[in-house]
Nanobody, 130 residues
Framework: QLQLVESGGGSVQPGGSLTLACTASGSTMDDLAIGWFRQAPGKVREGVSCFIVSDDDPVYADSVKGRFTISRDKAKSTVYLQMNSLKIEDTAVYYC???????????????????????WGKGTLVTVSS
């Protein structure tokens, strides 16, 4: 059974950077489409960045384009989210979600519909404040 564990959250000032990590176990990464999602208090969970791990052709939410970068290290079974130029509105719990790559229609559709994920990590809190 696939398990996902996030790490790397924390508190940072506006303009700062953080790198989140999502380590997967129990499944071959090449079979997965993985995404980073976030949920701010009182808001719906939203897709931040998603990709099929073996294709490495990610999509990004408009709000993070040019600031966030998703990447993977297959040897470590880990997907990263490098977050630069952080803004107060980036404050949220960040979740790693995964689904079998053959079950998605497009990566964009996957990122737009968080409820299609089959597995979730427990989340890591990112707080951006001055």
């Amino acid at each position: 059974q696939l398990q996902l564990v996030e790490s790397g959250g924390g508190s940072v000032q506006p303009g700062g950077s953080l790198t989140l990590a999502c380590t997967a176990s129990g499944s071959t990464m090449d079979d997965l489409a993985i995404g980073w999602f976030r949920q701010a208090p009182g808001k719906v969970r939203e897709g931040v960045s998603c990709f099929i791990v073996s294709d490495d052709d990610p999509v990004y939410a408009d709000s993070v384009k040019g600031r966030f970068t998703i990447s993977r290290d297959k040897a470590k079974s880990t997907v990263y989210l490098q977050m630069n130029s952080l803004k107060i509105e980036d404050t949220a719990v960040y979740y790693c979600g995964a689904v079998n790559r053959w079950k998605i229609y497009t990566v964009q559709a996957m990122c737009d519909n968080y409820y299609n994920m089959e597995s979730w990590g427990k989340g890591t809190l990112v707080t951006v404040s001055s």
